[in-house]
């Protein structure tokens, strides 16, 4: 099931999705970040059993994705791929070869260290800092020195999540997008990914994704 609710940023709508990305109303742009396909491959190169299901299941979203939204742009905030070459790139490139109607732009994460000819094969623009699009910046790490002047800026990088502790000691933790007034950090796309906890403050939003529906968080 699909569950997306509105929030509004300089007066553009951007639909947060269960899915773990956003769609850009106005521009018709679908966003992601984090996708770290290879993951489950580079895993299994280190003789860890993960299961390629867990690949494919990605993938199988991203798809979905596409054809609900049908984007005029995608445009991934990093890390799109987890590491060097293994067959699980050669799965997306098969997978690629069907949705090549949908321009992909990549601004590079920590993660992209693939050569720039893999990129180019894959039908991928890759973008090295920063991508501007009207009043917004697309960057893959927030932390790092991004010029953003009166622009609202899109990340990712640290997989946010929240914390929601019971009495009995037990902790469970939820992905979630955070909205701060100046930038957002988006949840991993990816599953098969660790999660960094986060609280909001005054005047922040976040929005838990629990059980596949999207619910704010109230500070």
């Not at 699909?2 to 966003?31: D, M």
């Not at 932390?143 to 899109?154: A, N, Q, V």
């Amino acid at each position: 099931m699909h569950h997306f609710i509105p929030h509004t940023i300089f007066g553009n709508t951007f639909l947060l999705s269960s899915q773990r990305c956003v769609f850009w109303e106005e521009e018709k742009i679908l966003i992601l970040s984090d996708l770290h396909l290879g993951k489950t491959g580079h895993f299994r190169k280190s003789g860890i059993a993960i299961p390629q299901a867990v690949f494919k299941e990605d993938m199988q979203r991203f798809i979905s994705l596409l054809q609900f939204f049908k984007p005029k742009q995608v445009v991934i905030v990093g890390d799109l791929f987890h590491s060097v070459d293994n067959k699980e790139h050669d799965l997306f490139i098969r997978w690629r070869k069907d949705i090549l109607q949908y321009p992909i732009a990549l601004v590079k994460g920590n993660h992209d260290i693939l050569e720039r000819e893999w990129y180019e094969q894959a039908a991928i623009t890759v973008v090295e800092e920063q991508l501007s699009i009207g009043a917004f910046i697309f960057a893959h790490d927030i932390t790092k020195d991004i010029s953003s002047g009166t622009s609202y800026i899109f990340s990712g990088h640290i997989h946010p999540c929240i914390v929601i502790s019971g009495k009995a000691k037990q902790a469970l933790r939820f992905p979630c997008f955070y909205f701060g007034s100046q930038y957002a950090v988006l949840p991993a796309f990816g599953r098969f990914t660790g999660m960094h906890a986060i609280t909001s403050k005054k005047n922040e939003n976040v929005f838990a994704i629990v059980e596949n529906k999207i619910l704010p968080v109230v500070n």
